[in-house]
């Protein structure tokens, strides 16, 4: 497989925003590629298993791996992928929930639940599964959508209390439509 990394242009003026791309390099690598993120040190890629793999954005040799589990329990299909403050967030493909996953153990700390998220009227068209996750560093703002879905969404996370000191911590999360049309 091959993953081409792009530079990205943003030339506002004239509006809309206008993006060039410019191929810098390429590289072959032996799983299959579901997401890709970068913590400021390695780009971290899944591949539809629990592993997540550390590779050094330089030479894209791998440096290290990480199981995903809850409770010893591997977490397969981590899909999507976005490291925020410290974390890595991901969904698991096929449902509308996000692991909060600590990067140097693996294991899942929290989920975030974004059952609802998509109104009746969100899916009087085709929709497919939940994949895009993006963290706004500058404005502290997490956004979601999915593929085909109609609107791209900014979430705020609202902890919910324990049942129990074993209970990992579950959030839901207020939304707010930050777009349509996001064609991912
Ligand atoms: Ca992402």
């Known amino acids: 497989m091959r993953l081409i990394l792009n530079k990205i242009e943003c030339d506002k003026e004239p509006s809309p925003v206008t993006y060039n791309f410019e191929l810098l390099q390429e590289f072959n690598y032996?799983?299959?590629g579901w997401g890709i993120t970068y913590?400021?040190?390695c780009l971290i890629m899944s591949d539809g298993t629990s592993t997540l793999h550390f590779l050094d954005p330089e030479t894209f040799e791998e440096i290290?791996?990480?199981?995903?589990?809850?409770?010893?329990?591997p977490v397969t299909k981590i899909n999507e992928l976005e490291y925020v403050q410290g974390?890595?967030?991901?969904?698991?493909?096929?449902?509308?929930?996000?692991?909060?996953i600590n990067p140097l153990t693996g294991q899942v700390t929290g989920w975030i639940d974004l059952k609802g998220i998509l109104s009746p009227e969100d899916c009087s068209e085709k929709v497919d599964v939940l994949n895009g996750i993006a963290y706004d560093i500058?404005?502290?703002r997490l956004l979601v959508t999915g593929k085909f879905w109609p609107k791209l969404f900014e979430i705020e996370l609202i902890k919910e209390e324990m049942?129990?000191?074993?209970?990992?911590?579950?959030?839901?999360?207020n939304f707010t439509?930050?777009?349509t049309n996001s064609k991912n």
Not at 87 to 100: D, H, K, S
Not at 163 to 173: I, Q, V
């Open 30 to 32: 032996s799983n299959e």
């Open 39 to 41: 913590d400021g040190n």
């Open 64 to 73: 290290s791996q990480i199981e995903v589990h809850e409770n010893d329990i």
């Open 87 to 100: 974390e890595i967030f991901a969904n698991i493909w096929l449902t509308e929930r996000i692991a909060r």
């Open 138 to 140: 500058k404005n502290n």
């Open 163 to 173: 049942e129990s000191k074993n209970d990992r911590a579950l959030e839901r999360c």
């Open 177 to 179: 439509i930050q777009g």
